[in-house]
């Protein structure tokens, strides 16, 4: 159940391991606040269900599906933090190339895959949803912002390119939290001061994710929630 004396920081994340490597340092950073995490078991931005139109009104079911689970109402959170991979979804449509191969594979500049128009127009659709998530400034009447992690958070974390495996990602996952859950200033710094750092305010990140090839590449603006929380 919920701490009733405690407001809830609710993060959205594509899959266990996100929370298995950003729960512990979180909850070491906002300890005045109870962390919690929404996993969705796969990318929301590309789900063939979801659009522009009904990307808001989604995220608000996921958040009642988690409000539900715990308890908690609507005024006991405190803010929504979605966090997501960005797969390219920027890029141009002649970018996305065809490929004899079973995975998709991504590169800094275009996409090989065996299915390109499957591709494309999952490109489109998220890059759609995506720039509506990143202009809505709440969901109802809780605060919501959306940060991205270049192709996955593997990519920003460790540099890692390749496809990875389940007990690969658990690995990474479990390194990453014994390096930095009692080091939460470590933490920030590595996003903060990174060359993956993208500079600007928030609007700036998600105009610079969206241009050329950026968004296939190792990016993120998620040091900016802990400016705000700096500043706050």
């Given at each position: ?16 391991t996100d929370e ?7 909850k070491n950073i ?203």
């Amino acid at each position: 159940m919920i701490n009733k004396t405690k407001k809830v920081i609710l993060f959205i994340a594509e899959g266990p391991t996100d929370e298995e490597t950003l729960s512990p340092v979180l909850k070491n950073i906002f300890q005045k606040e109870d962390v919690r995490f929404h996993i969705v078991h796969g990318d929301l931005t590309s789900n063939w269900s979801i659009n522009a139109q009904n990307a808001v009104k989604t995220v608000n079911q996921h958040i009642d599906v988690e409000r539900k689970r715990y308890g908690f109402d609507k005024k006991d959170i405190l803010k929504v933090i979605h966090l997501v991979d960005m797969d390219g979804a920027f890029i141009r449509e002649d970018q996305v190339v065809y490929a004899d191969q079973a995975e998709i594979l991504y590169f800094n500049d275009h996409i090989e895959t065996r299915s390109p128009e499957t591709v494309i127009n999952r490109n489109a659709r998220k890059s759609q949803i995506l720039s509506r998530l990143s202009l809505t400034g709440k969901i109802g009447t809780i605060p919501y912002s959306i940060y991205y992690f270049s192709r996955n958070l593997e990519h920003i974390f460790h540099n890692s390119k390749k496809n990875l495996t389940d007990e690969e990602k658990v690995n990474y996952a479990d390194a990453f939290a014994d390096r930095y859950s009692s080091n939460p200033s470590a933490f920030i710094s590595l996003l903060s001061g990174n060359d993956f750092t993208v500079p600007g305010n928030y609007r700036d990140t998600w105009e610079f994710i969206s241009q050329g090839t950026n968004s296939l590449n190792r990016h993120s603006n998620f040091h900016l929630l802990f400016q705000e929380n700096l500043e706050n």
